[in-house]
């Protein structure tokens, strides 16, 4: 059976009519393209060309030969053109979903890299709680969910995007705004403003102050990160958030951010099914996020 390669040769030949113009439209060598013409003509045991004033033609036996390459030449760019189509996201929707501490900046921008790489790629995207996330993955749903939270999962499949910590955000013009690293013991003293202790991302936030023996007793709770800062921002009280919360060029002018003196720790996953194989975009956003999170990391205050 001819090769695709020499199916390739045979058609730059009979184009350009000599074996120097073959070479050149395939980039390659003109002794190279003698080579495999030689080589197909005996395994085909037919002359499927013959030298006239200098220039090859088909010869009348090759003929038939030649339509028949042609039509599969036209095949395979059709093929070529097909998966480049396919590749940059054309006639495909891709479905994807991150709660909202990684919902507000890393997961946007790392949206904003995977269209410039697959500009035909139409997105569904979403924000979701992370005790949602199973649904989400295993009713196929989505391929990707961006959550903050290991869950523990026979059907998912968790890969690790970053680790970091959590900040101290007060009210613009605050007493604790003056600190350069605020402690929690400092905080505790204050209003404080949280996320509800059975949610997953508020266990999260609570986690330092439990892990240092304080009561805490939440004046105000509110759902997401970025009510939270809101409120900070009308001066009810002070909060611990998560850096991914905090990035990006649209923080809230009315809040102070400082680092916190006892250690903290927020970390940041993708959930896949793991009964599914992974699209090249998904493989693209985890790298995005990944990316993303990490540049986030690298502005971080150093206390």
């Given amino acids: 059976m001819l090769t695709l390669r020499q199916i390739e040769v045979i ?19 003109a002794p190279g393209i003698s080579r495999i013409m030689k080589h197909t003509e005996s395994q085909l045991g037919l002359r499927l060309f013959s030298r006239t004033h200098g220039r090859y033609v088909p010869t009348d036996e090759a003929r038939d030969i030649f339509a028949q390459v042609s039509a599969v030449f036209h095949s395979v760019e059709n093929l070529q053109y097909s998966i480049e189509t396919l590749k940059a996201g054309a006639g495909r929707v891709a479905a994807f979903a991150a709660v909202p501490s990684i919902a507000h900046h890393a997961f946007p921008a790392a949206v904003g890299r995977l269209r410039r790489r697959f500009p035909d790629l139409r997105l569904s995207l979403n924000t979701i709680k992370i005790e949602e996330a199973i649904d989400y993955l295993l009713l196929r749903r989505g391929e990707v969910a961006a959550l903050s939270y290991k869950l523990d999962h026979p059907g998912l499949l968790m890969q690790p995007l970053y680790s970091g910590r959590l900040m101290a955000i007060v009210p613009k013009g605050h007493r604790l705004a003056e600190q350069r690293v605020v402690s929690l013991q400092a905080m505790v003293s204050e209003p404080l403003l949280g996320v509800d202790t059975e949610d997953p991302y508020g266990r999260i936030l609570y986690e330092p102050f439990r892990q240092n023996g304080l009561d805490v007793e939440y004046s105000v709770m509110a759902r997401t990160g970025q009510m939270i800062a809101t409120l900070v921002a009308q001066g009810l009280g002070v909060a611990l958030l998560d850096e991914l919360s905090l990035a990006g060029p649209s923080r809230h002018p009315g809040i102070e951010i400082r680092p916190v003196a006892e250690p903290t720790a927020y970390r940041a996953y993708a959930a896949l099914n793991a009964d599914e194989p992974r699209s090249i975009f998904a493989d693209a956003l985890i790298e995005f996020l990944r990316l993303e999170m990490n540049l986030v990391a690298s502005k971080r205050e150093t206390p």
């Fill in 11 to 29: 058609r730059a030949i009979t184009v350009a009519g000599t074996v120097k113009g073959a070479a050149e439209m395939l980039g390659v060598s």
